[in-house]
Nanobody
Framework: QLQLVESGGGLVQPGGSLRLSCAAS????????IAWFRQAPGKEREGVLC????????NYADFVKGRFTISKDPAKNTAYLQMNSLKPDDTAVYYC???????????????WGQGTLVTVSS
C-alpha cells in the first residue's frame, strides 16, 4: 500500500520553529519528487517546497524564502520540512505528496498524506 504519513505539527509561538516529517511506505521515496503543500482555513491549498528525486529543490512560494527548507533522508524513506521564524499566517494543515517531477501540478500527485496541523499563535 502506497502511503505518506506526516508528523511533527503542533502549536508554536510566533518566531518559533517546527520540523515536519513525511514518512513513505510502499515505495522508495528517493525515486520521486516529494512536495509539501499547505491549506489554511478558508483558503485554497498552495505549494510550499518540493525536492526532486535528484535532490533539486523547487520553491513554490515567496513566503518560503529564508525561512523554510526541505530535505530528505533516503535511509529513513522520509522527507522533512524545516520551518523557522514562523508567523501566524503560517497556520495551516501541511501535506506532503508524491509527484513525478516538481513541475507537475498538485492534481497529478498520486499519493497524499493525511496532513498535520500547524498552529502559530501566542
Amino acid at each position: 500500500q502506497l502511503q505518506l504519513v506526516e508528523s511533527g505539527g503542533g502549536l508554536v509561538q510566533p518566531g518559533g520553529s517546527l520540523r515536519l516529517s513525511c514518512a513513505a511506505s510502499g515505495f522508495t521515496l528517493d525515486y520521486y519528487a516529494i512536495a509539501w503543500f499547505r491549506q489554511a482555513p478558508g483558503k485554497e491549498r498552495e505549494g510550499v517546497l518540493c525536492i526532486s528525486a535528484y535532490g533539486d529543490i523547487t520553491n513554490y512560494a515567496d513566503f518560503v524564502k529564508g525561512r523554510f527548507t526541505i530535505s530528505k533522508d533516503p535511509a529513513k524513506n522520509t522527507a522533512y520540512l524545516q520551518m523557522n521564524s514562523l508567523k501566524p499566517d503560517d497556520t495551516a494543515v501541511y501535506y506532503c505528496a508524491r509527484l513525478g517531477v516538481c513541475s507537475e501540478h498538485m492534481r497529478k500527485a498520486e499519493v497524499w498524506g493525511q496532513g498535520t496541523l500547524v498552529t502559530v499563535s501566542s
